[in-house]
């Protein structure tokens, strides 16, 4: 498991108790004795505002097919998880480095680091 990868992944619900199994990317490695992993949420669902944290995944577009997302798709870097690395239900694929370092420039200024 490498930061820039996809793997579909039980997400918490931000509103009410529960998870649902969504794509996510990884934003670190394992971390700790019980390996846990930050990760992004991915939506097929584009919103009709985007916003500065916001990346759209085209899978159309070549930059974007090692994602192997089946449909154009919203990462959002302002929707973060903290998951059990056995949360991490399946490989799907890898953003490549130049939308890897897209994704980290918009998290960055997110966070203002």
Not at 27 to 50: D, K, Q, W
């Amino acid at each position: 498991m490498q930061p820039g990868e996809i793997y579909l992944a039980k997400f918490p619900f931000g509103d009410v108790p529960g998870m649902k199994i969504r794509p996510v990317l990884l934003l670190t490695t394992e971390v700790g004795a019980v390996p846990e992993i930050l990760v992004a949420y991915i939506s097929s669902v584009i919103p009709t505002r985007i916003l500065p944290s916001d990346l759209i995944l085209d899978p159309a577009v070549s930059e974007f097919r090692s994602t192997n997302l089946k449909v154009p798709s919203a990462l959002r870097l302002h929707k973060l998880a903290t998951l059990h690395c056995s949360s991490l239900a399946r490989y799907l694929g890898v953003v490549d480095n130049q939308t890897w370092s897209v994704a980290a420039s918009k998290l960055k200024n997110l966070l203002k680091l």
